[in-house]
């Protein structure tokens, strides 16, 4: 769907600084279907990254291609693309409904077309009694999710979001992950920056790590924890009176166990590959 190329990009800190490399060869690719996090620490490049996606900057090297389902034209393109910005800016003096009309509007798109849409999303969102009030009275995470709402009413093929769950409540980001799986059971591609690493494990299938503008990592997030895995299994069974047991086993030793436990009549409930967590292989990963 989207493929970045041996992307570099340098800035000047100021017009006589020297020029720092703030992204090094980067290259990736974004699979149309997936709910992709994207995770490195403050500075590592993300917001850098997503600006070169968008257009917004350009690259010292490297291209981004585009695969002809987003469009040929950057016109096109930029219509297939749902993008919620780290720092979105909201009107104060617009209603939550007069700011989704201001941005729809802006995608050549009626209002009144999707009214039924925008009433579908507010309600998801939680943010469907607010739509009469003025922005300035929004809580910060009352304005990410009219922001997520503005980003998706166009139906976009591919929605980026840069942070979106960073400084919003717990139930805030609960309903936030909740939209973007849903959006993504409908078929759309979600590519999000955030540095909560247990937010983006929760709701993402694949993972790209980028370290001081390097990618370290890019690929399935199981695929990940299972490469750092202990290589333990946990076993859980029922005894014949009932008991239930866990036990940790190392992988040669697992069959075995396992053998010996249906010979004595026990009932296999669950046999579970340890994995850690995101955190902790973001962590190791680093060392
Ligand atoms: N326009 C610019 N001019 C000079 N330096 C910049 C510019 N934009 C970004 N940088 C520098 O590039 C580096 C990467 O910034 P970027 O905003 O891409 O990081 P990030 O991963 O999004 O961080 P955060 O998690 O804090 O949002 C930082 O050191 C930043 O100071
Ligand atoms: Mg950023």
Redesign the pocket.
């Known amino acids: 769907m989207i493929k970045f190329n041996k992307i570099s990009k340098s800035?000047?800190?100021d017009f006589w600084g020297k020029s720092n490399l703030?992204l090094n060869d980067v290259s990736f690719e974004i699979e149309s279907g997936n709910i992709i996090g994207f995770l490195?620490?403050?500075?590592?490049?993300?917001?850098?990254t997503l600006k070169i996606l968008m257009d917004f900057i350009k690259q010292d090297s490297g291209e981004v291609v585009f695969s002809k389902e987003l469009g040929d034209k950057r016109t096109e393109i930029n219509r297939s693309i749902g993008y919620l910005p780290?720092h979105p800016y909201f009107y104060p003096d617009l209603s939550g409904r007069e700011f989704l009309k201001f941005l729809i509007e802006l995608n050549d798109i009626k209002f009144e077309s999707v009214l039924r849409e925008v009433d579908e999303w507010t309600k998801k969102l939680k943010i469907d009694h607010a739509l009469n009030r003025k922005i300035r009275s929004y809580s910060k995470g009352m304005l990410q999710r009219i922001g997520f709402v503005a980003a998706i009413i166009h139906k976009p093929k591919i929605l980026i979001l840069d942070?979106p769950l960073s400084g919003v409540d717990p139930v805030g980001r609960s309903i936030l992950k909740q939209a973007m799986r849903d959006l993504n059971k409908e078929g759309t591609t979600i590519f999000f920056?955030s540095?909560i690493v247990a937010d983006l494990e929760e709701v993402c299938n694949r993972v790209i790590i980028l370290e001081k503008g390097v990618v370290i990592y890019s690929g399935d997030k199981v695929e990940l924890l299972e490469k750092h895995s202990s290589g333990n299994y946990k076993v859980t069974y029922r005894q014949e009176d009932g008991l239930s047991i866990t036990k940790t086993v190392l992988s040669k030793d697992k069959d075995q166990l396992i053998l010996n436990l249906v010979n004595n009549s026990a009932s296999i409930e669950s046999l579970i590959l340890e994995t850690p967590s995101l955190e902790d292989v973001v962590y190791n990963l680093k060392k």
């Open positions: 800035f000047k800190s703030i490195g620490a403050n500075g590592a490049g993300k917001t850098t780290e942070e920056s540095h």
